[in-house]
């Protein structure tokens, strides 16, 4: 009933920028800003959390491994959440999944690739 759409991913130096994008779509029931979005990451291991959005008007909360570098945005017109991310480091390269969760019912992206290596 929820696709997501991801976006944004690449090849990028240590100390570069990239902004990923997420786009979500569903049937006429989906309602956008009902659903908590998340972003998570799957490095070595597991999918691992990143940040996270509960309502469109609150600030994000971050991991303590991106806190101060990844800045995570919504948009509820376009249906959209952001991951923007400076300062990278080779530590960053993974699979980032966004998900939106809705009364216990969860929905992943398919993922984009980060590449962050000189």
């Known amino acids: 009933q929820v696709q997501l759409v991801e976006s944004g991913g690449g090849l990028v130096q240590p100390g570069g920028s990239l902004r990923l994008s997420c786009t979500a779509s569903?049937?006429?029931?989906?309602?956008?800003?009902?659903?908590v979005m998340w972003w998570y990451r799957q490095r070595s291991g597991e999918r691992e959390y990143v940040a996270v959005m509960f309502r469109p008007d609150s600030a994000a909360a971050y991991d303590a491994s991106v806190k101060g570098r990844f800045t995570m945005s919504r948009n509820n017109t376009e249906k959209t959440v952001y991951l923007e991310m400076n300062d990278l480091k080779p530590e960053d390269t993974g699979v980032y999944y966004c998900?939106?969760?809705?009364?216990?019912?969860?929905?992943w992206g398919q993922g984009t690739q980060v590449t962050v290596s000189s």
């Open positions: 998900k939106a969760r809705d009364a216990g019912r969860d929905y």
């Open positions: 569903g049937d006429t029931g989906f309602i956008f800003s009902d659903y």
